[in-house]
């Protein structure tokens, strides 16, 4: 078999995945918090012909995917208008749990807001963890404090993620606030859907959770979301290249078959 056709055909899983990629991106544009993601090439083991005074000679076999890089650069900053919304402004990650399972996720996404029993969660049902009064532990950020919510008047977060209550007789206090994780290796993040990422512990914690401003970690911006970071353009761009590419390595592969049919001819 032509090794032309091996190479043709592993071009065209490649960049099959490589549609499915850009793709996802282009479908996320509008997913708050998202982060975009880049398929990167190698090639694959080269089949060695010979040698002569000039050097080995080989010839490829292929391409296969390198790895799939997610880019934690950070999106646009939107105004919302609603307290419960918090952008992080810089490094770092919104540490959530699972109320069910006690499992701890991080995420870019700050569209929150508050649960009948006062928890500030993110949309799909995943409390925000934070520090309450002198505890350097994380716990689920409640805006009461557990009391009944129905004496709270409003609140309001500060850059450093402090959470004040306004009650009904006008008095405030201090309740809590926002904890943030950074990471060293934050491509070892594993996404699970809902903009959500697990594998916490290999994606190297600086720190055990700190308040925002800390360790690295960047502040936030208050009643606003983060934007995702897919560039549109740039992604369309790299939609007509994959498609060409595709389009040339399926011409490789009619070619080659081509060529075998003319072979196979010669023998009748």
Avoid: H, W
């Amino acid at each position: 078999m032509l090794v032309s056709l091996d190479s043709g055909a592993s071009a065209l899983e490649q960049f099959q995945q490589d549609l499915n990629v850009i793709g996802n991106n282009i479908a996320n544009v509008d997913t708050v918090g998202y982060k975009s993601s880049s398929m990167n090439f190698a090639d694959t083991f080269s089949q060695t012909l010979g040698s002569s005074a000039a050097g080995t000679m080989q010839v490829g076999t292929g391409v296969e995917t390198s790895d799939i890089e997610t880019k934690f650069t950070e999106g646009t900053l939107s105004s919302t208008g609603v307290a419960s919304n918090l952008a992080i402004n810089g490094n770092g990650f919104f540490l959530v749990q699972d109320p069910a399972t006690g499992t701890q996720y991080v995420t870019r996404d700050g569209d929150f807001s508050v649960d009948t029993s006062g928890n500030l969660i993110t949309s799909n049902g995943m409390q925000v963890m934070g520090f309450s009064g002198s505890s350097t532990t994380p716990t689920a950020l409640n805006v009461n404090n557990g009391a009944d919510t129905s004496g709270m008047d409003s609140y309001n977060f500060s850059g450093t993620g402090k959470l004040t209550v306004t009650y009904n007789d006008g008095t405030q206090a201090v309740v809590g606030q926002v904890a943030l994780q950074n990471c060293s290796s934050p491509n070892q993040l594993v996404n699970v859907g809902n903009n959500l990422f697990s594998n916490l512990s290999a994606a190297g914690p600086l720190t055990a959770a700190v308040a925002p401003g800390a360790s690295g970690t960047g502040t936030l911006t208050t009643s606003s979301l983060e934007e995702s970071n897919v560039d549109l353009s740039g992604e369309l761009t790299d939609l007509i290249v994959a498609q060409r590419a595709y389009e040339a390595n399926a011409k490789v592969i009619t070619t080659s078959d081509q060529v075998l049919q003319d072979l196979t001819n010669l023998g009748r």
